[in-house]
């Protein structure tokens, strides 16, 4: 099965009240939920943790390695100022996808440079929460993932008969 963590960086835990003009009215615990409802169809499992704290984002990064198979990661503020996070993610060979809700290269100046996403395998921004869901299925979809969701069968659909070939 495979393992992704999500991680959140600094004021992300007061999604739904911050700024929701910006980031929207859903909360960060709504979001988690969906992520893992998205996460078990695919038959993978994802853990997630928010901190406003630098080293706990760190720490976490560090002994993700060979414990998940993926890292979703919204630094928030992190993103512009943290040589930490960026280290640390190159320190691990874990594939991370960073996330932001907001389209940061349409925002100030100082949001439009990212320390972090050149460690990343690639960026995800300006879709609100759905960016995390993208993130996640690009991390699941990658072409080592072991399961694909299973096709739903109609409830209707009549069963298709199986005709044995002749030899
Ligand atoms: C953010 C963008 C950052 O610039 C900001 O500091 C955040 C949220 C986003 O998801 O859009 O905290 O990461």
């Not at 939920?33 to 038959?43: D, E, S």
């Not at 930490?84 to 809700?101: G, K, N, S, Y």
């Amino acid at each position: 099965m495979k393992k992704i963590l999500l991680l959140n960086g600094p004021s992300l835990g007061r999604l739904g009240k911050r700024e929701p003009q910006l980031y929207g009215h859903e909360t960060l615990a709504a979001i988690v939920r969906r992520l893992q409802t998205i996460a078990l169809t695919w038959g993978a499992r994802l853990d997630a943790l928010q901190s406003d704290e630098e080293g706990v984002l760190v720490s976490h990064i560090i002994r993700a390695s060979g414990s998940y198979d993926g890292i979703i990661l919204n630094p928030g503020a992190y993103t512009h100022t943290s040589v930490a996070l960026r280290d640390a993610l190159q320190a691990v060979p874990v594939p991370c996808v960073e996330v932001h809700l907001s389209n940061t290269a349409a925002r100030e100046s100082f949001r439009q440079i990212s320390l972090t996403a050149a460690a990343c395998q690639g960026q995800i921004m300006g879709f609100g929460a759905r960016s995390y869901e993208l993130a996640l299925i690009a991390l699941l979809g990658s072409p080592d993932a072991e399961r694909r969701p299973r096709p739903r069968r109609r409830a209707s659909a009549p069963r298709a008969r199986r005709t044995a070939a002749k030899s």
